[in-house]
């Protein structure tokens, strides 16, 4: 049975626990920030920063409000980036879990030809290797939870087989259409990272590139 995270944003309370456990377990060294008037940094993601999490300020009924996204590799059903990959091993589908991996044989595609609806991998620019969330499939295959799924202190980060993240997310959205109406559990038949959102997928600066358009400029 393939694996997904369920990412249930009314949890969120934007600790960044997840971007922290990311770093330490895959031995990513920390970027320099500056203050850009937003609490989050770094700016974007980047070949050694494979989740982040996001944050956007809204405005409703005249009041100020937050909205927190953690941004990660979608682990895609049918990945566009294995699709439009030229070399053979660079990038592939495990069989067990379902995690789109890259190897270091990435640095030997052409990055501008690389497909992402997510606009996720980043390119090193020492090296020319691509980069993204692995799903810790180095954990997961022995048994444990991804870094930021362990570390995540709300639930907001659930992680398991696929069937029971999207019957768990199913559940979930009930009780948070309670409060939020327009809660939304988006893009379950294409990825295995189920983002169940408490607003409209817009707001969090979510919009889909269409495949046809969807590589890098």
Known sequence: M????????SKCIFCKACQVACKQWNELPAERTTNRGSHQNPPDLSAVTWTLVRVKEVTSNGEVGWLFFKDQCRHCVDPPCLMSASVPGSIYKDKDTGAVVYTEKTKYESFEDIMCPYN???QDPNTGRLFKCTMCIDRVKNGLLPACVKACPTGALQFGDRDEMLALGQQRLKAVKAVHRNAELVDVD????????TE??????????????AVFA
């Not at 409209?200 to 358009?213: A, H, S, T, V």
């Open 120 to 122: 996720i991998p980043r």
């Open 190 to 197: 294409e990825v295995s990272a189920f983002y169940l959102l």
């Open 200 to 213: 409209e997928q817009d707001l969090y600066g979510m919009i889909k590139i269409p495949i046809d358009r």
């Open 2 to 9: 393939s694996k997904a995270f369920l990412i249930d944003t």
